[in-house]
Nanobody
Framework: QVQLVESGGGLVQPGGSLRLSCAIS????????IAWFRQAPGKEREGVSC????????YYADSVKGRFTISKDNAKKTVYLQMNSLKPEDTAVYYCATTLGFDGDIWYLGRVYDYWGQGTQVTVSS
C-alpha cells in the first residue's frame, strides 16, 4: 500500500524557516515525480514545487522562487521542502504527491498526481 506522510509543519514568525518532510513507502515501481501543493482556507489548491526523478529537474511556483528549495533523499525515500523567508501568505496546509507518469509542462496540476499525503499545517504569523 502506497503511503505518503508529511511532517515538519508548525507555527513560525514571518521571515522564519521550516523544513517539511514527505516520507514515501509502499512503491513497487519508481515514481517519476514528487510535488508539494498547498491549500489555504477559501483558496484553490496551488502547486508549490516539484522534483522530477528522471532527470533531477525542479520546478517552483513564482510565489516561492528563491525562498523554497525541494530536495530528495533516495536512501530515506524522503522528499524535503526547505522554506525560508516565510510570509503570512504562505500559511496553508501543505501536501506532497507523487505520480508514475509525469509531464513537466503541467507539474502544477493536481490531477497529474496519483497519490497524496494527509497534509501538514504551516502557519506564518507574528
Amino acid at each position: 500500500q502506497v503511503q505518503l506522510v508529511e511532517s515538519g509543519g508548525g507555527l513560525v514568525q514571518p521571515g522564519g524557516s521550516l523544513r517539511l518532510s514527505c516520507a514515501i513507502s509502499g512503491f513497487t515501481l519508481d515514481f517519476s515525480a514528487i510535488a508539494w501543493f498547498r491549500q489555504a482556507p477559501g483558496k484553490e489548491r496551488e502547486g508549490v514545487s516539484c522534483f522530477s526523478t528522471s532527470d533531477g529537474s525542479t520546478y517552483y511556483a513564482d510565489s516561492v522562487k528563491g525562498r523554497f528549495t525541494i530536495s530528495k533523499d533516495n536512501a530515506k525515500k524522503t522528499v524535503y521542502l526547505q522554506m525560508n523567508s516565510l510570509k503570512p501568505e504562505d500559511t496553508a496546509v501543505y501536501y506532497c504527491a507523487t505520480t508514475l507518469g509525469f509531464d513537466g509542462d503541467i507539474w502544477y496540476l493536481g490531477r497529474v498526481y496519483d497519490y497524496w499525503g494527509q497534509g501538514t499545517q504551516v502557519t506564518v504569523s507574528s
